[in-house]
């Protein structure tokens, strides 16, 4: 059975599920690459069903690139033995957080976009999932930039974004002071060539060289483009769910969830490369 795949799309915009597959156990580089081929075309993949252990997980990874090690989670490492594992989690041992991200919503935005080599892929793993709330959307950003009015397409060309590190998605301030960094507005993807919007998030964003009201407005009106119905997908979590999404070329969020109820997902990323 490692040699079929089945691609399922999962929404018209993006997003494909890959059944009948043990993605840790493909040893095809057939298989594999025709995995990696519909990451590209699909920009999320799901895997259902899945049994990853970190060490499974960190080797899945590598094989779609460099797996680079996870930020230090309050000046301290998510998981000792695998230093490229990040932990998303509401849940305390021995009263301290395991994970990042607490139970409250996360806003849209890319993984590390405020570093100047952002990730390229993010790896999303399932241990436990609250029986409702917690799930996650994405958005592609091939199709934002595609559908953009002429207009304001013309406003971004050449223009490039200062992305702040200041503030997580879930809008915590974080404890270390990692410098801004400008990313052009339209990103050209290395592997497909294609051009998307790349707005990283919204808080604290600044359009280069353009006074603050401008600024503003103009990137509310790119994400509100950009964040619409058309071009996102949400999906529910399964424990047992493994998501590949491509960093590159979507915006991802993830609803609030019940205090009260775990969540664990161990996160991993590939290395990626300076947005031009
Ligand atoms: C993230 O924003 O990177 C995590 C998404 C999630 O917890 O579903």
Redesign the pocket.
Known sequence: MQNAIEVVPLSPILGAEIRAIDVARVVSAETFDRIRAAWLDHLVLLFRDQQLDDAALVRLTSRFGEAEEAPLFQGRRFVEDHPEVMI?SNVTMDGREIGS?GNSE?FW?T?LNFVEEPPAG?F?YAQEVPPAG?D?GFANMYAAYETLPAALAARIEGRRIRHDARFN?AGYLREVRVPDTLHPIVRTHPETGRRSLYLGRRANAKVENMADGESDALLDALWTHATADAFTWHHRWRAGDLIIWDNRCTL???DSFDASQRRI?H?TQTRGNRPF
Do not use: C, F, K
């Open positions: 998303v991200l996360a935005h993984d993010s999303l917690g996650t998605s991802h969020r993830r997902m996160r």
